[in-house]
């Protein structure tokens, strides 16, 4: 009996070791990036263009916090402008995006997930006021307008 035990917990033990993922996406870690180069994020031009709509990103500053120009245009709104400053966290980018939408002053929380040369922003609950997420571990990515790092227009 006390061998069939053994051999049980040691089967355990192999197929715990084997199944065992953690990568920095889905562990909750809340570990900020000392400097966002150290990951890959550089300062730089991110976009995401189509027929109709586009976002550009114009990262200034990659240090302890990351700061930029971000600027949003969808077809059948009005496009707003602002600036951007956040921090990373291990490979999210988590921040607050002031802008001016028609002459008015206004900020809310953007996220956005740096997958190598690449921007995929976070979508998720938001708070009532709309300006913080309720819940950043229930942020989810979106592909259909990753932002791709192309030059600065000048």
């Known amino acids: 009996m006390g061998k069939q035990l053994m051999k049980g917990l040691l089967i355990l033990f192999f197929l715990s070791c084997q199944n065992k993922t953690d990568s920095p996406a889905t562990s909750g870690s809340n570990t900020e990036v000392d400097d966002a180069n150290d990951i890959g994020l550089t300062k730089g031009c991110y976009e995401y263009r189509d027929d109709e709509n586009s976002i550009e990103f114009e990262i200034t ?25 956040g921090k990373l966290i291990v490979d999210t980018l988590i921040g ?42 229930a942020i989810s990515f979106s592909t259909k307008m990753p932002l791709a790092k192309t030059d600065c227009q000048q």
């Open 61 to 85: 500053d990659t240090g302890s916090e990351v700061r930029g120009n971000l600027t949003y245009a969808f077809s059948g709104k009005d496009a707003n402008k602002g600036a951007f400053t």
């Open 96 to 137: 607050t995006y002031t802008f001016y939408s028609e002459g008015v002053e206004s900020s809310r929380e953007v996220a956005f997930m740096h997958v190598q040369d690449r921007l995929i922003e976070g979508y998720g609950p938001m708070s009532q006021a709309g300006t913080k997420f309720r819940n950043r571990k």
